[in-house]
């Protein structure tokens, strides 16, 4: 009897959940995956949360607050690695991840088997909750499906993604060296998601393109959870977290959209974003010194996560800070300040080698060349991109959310506006001239109408400032940069609108709310229904696909039929000014077959200026081929030692007409439009047929 008075429900489900956990390892890579994904996102910030913080969040909240933790934490735990000159080999991977497990099973076993903190749910949170559940398994559900026809991540950027959770895999530490693979050394790009995911490809054994497919779209479920998460923080109504999270995972475009970027990194930054919004809220209200340190964990590991939105986030703290500061007394601003600003340097400290190497990779040099400041049509607004459907709708709940909000003086509201303002001004510093000039203008006015001359000086400077003329942006933060994060701050507001206006179900008594509440959350389950099928099929970008199956196909062959120096040309094309792209399967090569490629992927631009000439204007040959310029072509393959030619029928400019039946070139694969041709030109006149 005693022993069954230990088996709470929740201790009986942990019993199950291990049970599953346990046949799942045993079925295969993807069932490993299974295992090891929750736990490396979830397991390391529960263990730090639960013992830094005495006061307890609703789970929503403390989910969102693990996921960002463990995320940081992992980061930081491969960065001082780094800098000690240290590796984590697979048998210390393995120690560290069976001890993580044991504290992490001895925790939940306390603390299920503890009475609840909190008393009975009302309606309103089973609703909420319920509807917040519903939402997040239909987005898992929608990702899954929206990723299902594709064999390898879409466009540029998943290439030096792929390559870099490589090279994590191959040496157990962070990806700052691209040996053997590029002359790159000291790279100054953010690494904190490759680590993670690399971690996870070394405990489940899955293949490195089906890791990142799988791993993205879950990354990509699970903001809705923590947009959610935030929602619910901030407005403190359970419906605020219920139409968040439908918003983020059935409506807006954004972040389905990032799969057809492969902006992997900047969807890691951004799941970390909330977590660490809600411990410096937390912090804020007076909850305990362990938010700040929860936070700057956070603020840190964000920092080797995305720098970009690493940036974005600071805006979000202000905005928080500045809100709540205001209508509060000095006594009680001021030890939240001190407290604010330790956790800022603590974060500092704890990036200390990662931001020596970026000030001496980047910054320093940036400055010294003046490429801090951006130019051109970088930071041209894209229209298109603005308003991709629905974003017109979005925006006018929005609009209707922050109204409702600011009518009731809603700190929450506030804060996000406010947030958003602060964006539109990053990324358009010149906005600021035009601040200035009014503010200033104002002030004088009414401050020589008061005689207030103090205040008059004031106002004098702030137009002064102004007529210095419009300050340049910085690269980092551009529009384009901001619309594709807008889903977050859009989707805070048109929670916090909703809510406002469930809580006025209440005002029609007990009974008309017993059945008013069903048909409204059957109406946003409609929504979400719509929402998930008009988006389905813009999530993909054709034009950003690569690569298929037959490509994954040939790259496998390559694998086992092609020496590893083995040197191979690619078809190539313009990119951006200072770099150039592969355009088909072969640009794959090196990340996933480690052959030599003439078109690298575009981490080659960290490497020497002579370097990257000399790959640029090999890329170049191939991108601006013509027909009567082969000659063009055989020279290069002569200068290059090519050893191998990978071509795709209909992709790039180079196709196997060139090469078929030309002496000194042989076709050793042909199969589904994918043609590899091997090099034998000693001796031979590739023109003459």
């Given at each position: 009897?005693?022993?069954?008075?230990?088996?709470?429900t929740?201790?009986?489900?942990?019993?199950a959940?291990?049970?599953a956990?346990?046949?799942?390892?045993?079925?295969?890579?993807?069932?490993?995956?299974?295992?090891?994904?929750?736990?490396m996102?979830?397991?390391?910030?529960y263990?730090?949360?639960?013992?830094?913080?005495a006061?307890?969040l609703?789970?929503?909240?403390?989910?969102?607050?693990?996921?960002?933790?463990?995320?940081g934490?992992i980061?930081?735990?491969?960065?001082w690695?780094w800098a000690g000159?240290?590796?984590i080999?697979?048998?210390?991977?393995?120690?560290?991840?069976?001890?993580?497990?044991?504290?992490?099973?001895?925790?939940?076993?306390h603390?299920?088997?503890?009475?609840?903190?909190t008393?009975?749910?009302t309606?309103?949170?089973?609703w909420?909750g319920t509807?917040t559940g519903?939402?997040?398994l239909?987005t898992?559900?929608?990702?899954?499906?929206?990723?299902?026809?594709?064999?390898?991540p879409p466009?540029?950027?998943?290439l030096?993604?792929?390559?870099?959770?490589?090279?994590?895999?191959?040496?157990?530490t962070a990806p700052?060296?691209?040996?053997?693979?590029?002359?790159?050394?000291?790279l100054?790009y953010?690494?904190?998601?490759?680590v993670?995911?690399?971690?996870?490809?070394?405990?489940s054994?899955?293949?490195l393109?089906?890791?990142?497919?799988?791993?993205g779209?879950?990354?990509?479920?699970?903001?809705?959870?923590?947009?959610?998460a935030l929602a619910?923080?901030?407005?403190?109504?359970?419906?605020?977290?219920s139409?968040a999270?439908?918003?983020?995972?059935?409506?807006?475009?954004?972040?389905?959209?990032y799969?057809?970027?492969?902006r992997?990194?900047?969807?890691?930054g951004?799941?970390?974003?909330p977590?660490?919004?809600?411990?410096?809220?937390?912090?804020?209200?007076?909850?305990?010194?362990?938010?700040?340190?929860v936070?700057?964990?956070?603020l840190?590991?964000?920092?080797?996560?995305?720098?970009?939105?690493?940036?974005?986030?600071?805006?979000?703290?202000?905005a928080?800070?500045l809100?709540?500061?205001?209508?509060?007394r000095?006594?009680?601003?001021?030890?939240?300040l001190?407290?604010?600003?330790?956790?800022?340097v603590?974060a500092?400290?704890?990036?200390?080698p990662?931001?020596?190497?970026?000030?001496?990779?980047t910054?320093?040099?940036?400055v010294a060349d003046g490429?801090?400041?951006?130019?051109g049509s970088?930071?041209?607004l894209?229209d298109?991109l603005?308003w991709v459907?629905?974003?017109?709708?979005?925006?006018?709940?929005?609009?209707?959310g922050?109204?409702?909000?600011?009518?009731?003086?809603?700190?929450?509201?506030?804060?996000?506006?406010?947030?958003m303002?602060?964006l539109a001004?990053?990324a358009?510093?010149?906005?600021?001239?035009?601040?200035?000039a009014?503010t200033?203008?104002?002030?004088?006015g009414?401050?020589?109408?008061?005689?207030?001359f103090?205040?008059?000086?004031?106002?004098?400077?702030?137009?002064?400032?102004?007529?210095?003329?419009?300050?340049?942006?910085f690269?980092?933060?551009?529009n384009?940069?901001?619309v594709i994060s807008?889903?977050?701050?859009?989707?805070?507001?048109?929670?916090?609108?909703?809510?406002?206006?469930?809580?006025?179900?209440?005002?029609?008594g007990?009974n008309v709310?017993r059945?008013?509440r069903p048909i409204?959350?059957?109406s946003?389950?409609?929504?979400?229904?719509w929402?998930?099928q008009?988006?389905?099929?813009n999530?993909?970008?054709?034009?950003?696909?690569?690569?298929?199956?037959?490509?994954?196909?040939?790259?496998?062959?390559?694998?086992d039929?092609?020496?590893t120096?083995?040197?191979?040309?690619?078809?190539?094309?313009?990119w951006l000014?200072?770099?150039?792209?592969?355009?088909?399967?072969?640009?794959?090569?090196?990340?996933?077959?480690?052959?030599?490629?003439?078109?690298p992927?575009v981490?080659?631009?960290y490497g020497?200026?002579?370097y990257?000439a000399?790959?640029?204007?090999v890329a170049d040959?191939?991108?601006?081929?013509?027909?009567?310029?082969?000659?063009?072509?055989?020279?290069?393959?002569?200068?290059?030692?090519?050893?191998?030619?990978?071509?795709t029928?209909?992709?790039?400019?180079?196709q196997?007409?060139?090469?078929?039946?030309?002496?000194?070139?042989?076709?050793?694969?042909a199969?589904?439009?994918v043609?590899?041709?091997?090099v034998?030109?000693?001796?031979a006149n590739?023109?003459?047929?």
């Amino acid at each position: 009897m005693a022993f069954a008075r230990l088996l709470t429900t929740g201790r009986r489900l942990l019993i199950a959940v291990v049970l599953a956990a346990v046949v799942a390892t045993l079925a295969g890579p993807t069932g490993r995956m299974t295992v090891a994904l929750p736990l490396m996102l979830f397991a390391p910030g529960y263990l730090v949360e639960r013992h830094l913080t005495a006061a307890r969040l609703p789970i929503l909240a403390r989910l969102a607050v693990w996921l960002g933790l463990s995320l940081g934490v992992i980061a930081l735990i491969y960065q001082w690695c780094w800098a000690g000159g240290l590796a984590i080999s697979t048998p210390v991977l393995w120690g560290a991840t069976g001890i993580l497990t044991l504290l992490t099973l001895g925790a939940l076993w306390h603390d299920l088997g503890q009475p609840a903190s909190t008393g009975p749910m009302t309606a309103g949170q089973r609703w909420g909750g319920t509807l917040t559940g519903i939402f997040f398994l239909m987005t898992l559900a929608l990702r899954l499906i929206e990723s299902a026809d594709l064999v390898l991540p879409p466009w540029v950027d998943s290439l030096h993604h792929a390559l870099l959770v490589r090279i994590a895999v191959e040496t157990g530490t962070a990806p700052l060296s691209l040996m053997p693979y590029l002359p790159v050394s000291q790279l100054p790009y953010h690494w904190g998601y490759h680590v993670v995911i690399a971690t996870l490809l070394r405990l489940s054994a899955m293949s490195l393109p089906d890791g990142m497919l799988l791993t993205g779209q879950i990354l990509n479920a699970l903001q809705a959870l923590t947009v959610a998460a935030l929602a619910l923080t901030l407005w403190r109504r359970p419906m605020a977290a219920s139409v968040a999270a439908l918003v983020v995972g059935l409506v807006s475009l954004m972040p389905a959209y990032y799969l057809s970027w492969g902006r992997y990194t900047q969807l890691t930054g951004l799941l970390v974003l909330p977590g660490l919004a809600i411990a410096w809220h937390q912090g804020l209200a007076g909850r305990g010194r362990g938010w700040w340190v929860v936070a700057a964990l956070s603020l840190a590991g964000l920092s080797l996560i995305h720098f970009r939105v690493l940036l974005l986030g600071a805006a979000l703290l202000a905005a928080l800070s500045l809100v709540w500061a205001c209508g509060q007394r000095w006594a009680v601003i001021r030890p939240q300040l001190i407290a604010a600003t330790t956790a800022t340097v603590a974060a500092v400290v704890l990036t200390a080698p990662w931001l020596a190497l970026l000030a001496t990779r980047t910054l320093l040099p940036a400055v010294a060349d003046g490429g801090l400041v951006g130019g051109g049509s970088y930071n041209a607004l894209s229209d298109g991109l603005l308003w991709v459907a629905p974003n017109r709708l979005l925006v006018a709940l929005a609009l209707g959310g922050a109204w409702a909000g600011l009518r009731r003086r809603s700190q929450a509201a506030a804060s996000v506006i406010l947030w958003m303002a602060l964006l539109a001004l990053m990324a358009n510093p010149w906005l600021l001239t035009y601040l200035l000039a009014a503010t200033g203008a104002v002030l004088l006015g009414a401050a020589l109408l008061q005689r207030r001359f103090g205040l008059a000086a004031i106002g004098g400077v702030l137009l002064l400032g102004a007529a210095v003329g419009p300050l340049p942006y910085f690269w980092l933060i551009t529009n384009d940069a901001v619309v594709i994060s807008l889903f977050l701050p859009l989707a805070l507001l048109i929670g916090g609108g909703a809510a406002l206006l469930d809580t006025r179900l209440a005002d029609f008594g007990p009974n008309v709310a017993r059945y008013l509440r069903p048909i409204w959350a059957v109406s946003l389950v409609v929504a979400g229904l719509w929402g998930a099928q008009a988006n389905r099929a813009n999530v993909i970008n054709q034009a950003t696909v690569l690569a298929g199956p037959a490509d994954r196909a040939a790259l496998a062959w390559v694998v086992d039929n092609t020496p590893t120096d083995a040197r191979f040309l690619v078809n190539a094309g313009p990119w951006l000014s200072s770099a150039r792209r592969g355009t088909d399967g072969g640009w794959w090569l090196l990340p996933l077959a480690g052959r030599y490629t003439t078109m690298p992927p575009v981490m080659y631009v960290y490497g020497t200026p002579a370097y990257v000439a000399h790959v640029n204007a090999v890329a170049d040959v191939v991108a601006n081929y013509t027909p009567g310029a082969e000659q063009s072509i055989f020279d290069l393959i002569a200068a290059e030692r090519i050893t191998h030619i990978y071509l795709t029928e209909g992709k790039g400019p180079l196709q196997a007409e060139l090469f078929a039946g030309r002496p000194g070139f042989t076709q050793v694969y042909a199969q589904d439009g994918v043609m590899i041709f091997a090099v034998e030109l000693a001796g031979a006149n590739p023109l003459k047929r």
